[in-house]
């Protein structure tokens, strides 16, 4: 009975120590993320759009922002006018 329990027990650290948080991506898929001790550290929450919405949540507090280097825009392409044949 004891060794199961130790067992399980060095499963359940080992497991815990296998997914760190720095590891693991970003919450949110924002342009910019705040970082500092409130936010968990790593890259913190990547949720805003603009760098002027993450300066006004980290306004007043020892917190930062930073470009996500995680961010992929979404940008639309018109498609182009195709291919001109110069046969007549």
Do not use: H
């Not at 342009?31 to 759009?49: E, Q, R, T």
Request: hydrophobic letters at 40%; one cysteine or more.
């Amino acid at each position: 009975m004891r060794w199961s329990l130790a067992t399980l027990v060095v499963i359940g650290l080992l497991t815990s120590f296998g997914t760190s948080p720095a590891a693991a991506a970003p919450a949110g898929d924002g342009a910019f993320c705040i970082n500092g001790l409130l936010y968990g550290g790593g890259l913190g929450v990547c949720s805003y759009a603009s760098y002027a919405q993450c300066q006004a949540s980290a306004s007043g507090t020892e917190a930062t922002c930073l470009a996500n280097p995680y961010y992929n825009a979404k940008v639309e392409t018109q498609p182009g006018p195709g291919r001109v044949s110069r046969r007549r």
